[in-house]
């Protein structure tokens, strides 16, 4: 949902100056109000002024966050900044506790394989290959996040034409979370990476992204969200076989690639795990398993503190 520039939650929001704040806490902080304003439009509340948001505000927008499955860091994160900017306006009755919104400790990591079979992933893209051109178009979507580690959002935001250099460095800049840009080096990119960044080309043409023309974006996407659960079963109710299953295999592919072993999510125990690693590398299994996991954290978007992140698409180093 695009917000008018004069919606007032909004305007208000920049109009604030936080006290002591730097200035990367106060970008923060209006990103992470947009998003709360975003979804509370969205859920039909036309409340204007910022001393009148309540704990029932957030309580709604927090569930609408939930059924979109946002982790619950994110959720802290954003609530943090609308936290901010209501006591700067003089409400202080937005409860502290996350707790009080349903939002706990981040989930323990299960171990768990989560990424979608090649069976599924490459049914579905040939199949859209053979079909219209919204087909085609979430076929590159799919295809990007499957080969190059692209979350849904860059994906569809993705233009070949704009962010892959004469060099083949591949910027992904638009649609990122936290708005933490990255480049990807030519050598980090597969013979299918770039078939997918060919294909996303051949699709765009002249256009400017993977959206279809005359749609929004959350037109497009509620439409793609609509199309593949309907025809190909791909929905977030079967995690591994919802888009996010995409980002799971890609980062299982890449770690064997860097490692010459699989992650550990992918062994029924830990001790499988090493005696699998130590049968490729030997002692330096874990020196090497260290290093797929720090520059997956860059290739995929996640700030270099964000091991638990990681964790949930590897498995746990210690468990």
């Not at 109000?33 to 409340?47: I, W």
């Not at 994906?155 to 480049?183: I, M, Q, Y």
């Not at 078939?195 to 699709?203: D, F, G, K, T």
Request: aromatic share 8%; hydrophobic share 30%.
């Amino acid at each position: 949902m695009k917000l008018k520039s004069n919606d007032p939650l909004l305007r208000a929001s920049h109009e604030v100056r936080f006290g002591g704040g730097s200035t990367k806490t106060r970008v923060n902080h209006l990103r992470e109000v947009k998003k709360f304003v975003e979804e509370l439009r969205k859920q039909g509340y036309g409340v204007k002024h910022w001393k009148n948001i309540t704990n029932k505000h957030v309580g709604v927008v927090v569930d609408a966050w939930k059924d979109r499955g946002l982790a619950n860091a994110t959720m802290k994160e954003y609530l943090s900044g609308v936290r901010a900017v209501a006591e700067r306006w003089g409400n202080d009755r937005i409860s502290p506790k996350n707790s009080d919104f349903g939002i706990g400790k981040r989930t323990q990591v299960t171990n768990k394989d989560l990424s979608m079979s090649p069976e599924k992933y490459e049914f579905a893209v040939s199949d859209m290959k053979n079909g219209n051109d919204e087909l085609n178009r979430i076929a590159a979507e799919m295809m990007l996040m499957r080969e190059l580690g692209l979350r849904h959002e860059e994906s569809r935001k993705f233009n070949p034409n704009r962010d892959v250099l004469s060099d083949e460095r591949t910027h992904v800049g638009v649609g990122t979370k936290a708005g933490r840009e990255r480049w990807l080096q030519p050598d980090a990119i597969t013979d299918k990476g770039r078939e997918a960044i060919e294909y996303a080309r051949s699709v765009i043409g002249d256009g400017r992204g993977l959206i279809k023309p005359g749609l929004t974006e959350n037109q497009w996407k509620d439409k793609t969200y609509r199309i593949v659960r309907e025809r190909y079963g791909i929905s977030k109710k079967e995690s591994n076989n919802s888009f996010h299953g995409l980002r799971h295999a890609f980062a299982h592919e890449r770690y064997e690639r860097y490692t010459g072993f699989a992650c550990r999510c992918l062994f029924g125990s830990r001790e499988k795990f090493v005696e699998n690693a130590r049968s490729v590398a030997g002692d330096n299994w874990e020196r090497l398993d260290h290093d797929a996991r720090e520059l997956l954290k860059s290739e995929m978007g996640h700030g270099p503190d964000r091991n638990d992140v990681i964790e949930n698409y590897l498995g746990s180093r210690t468990s």
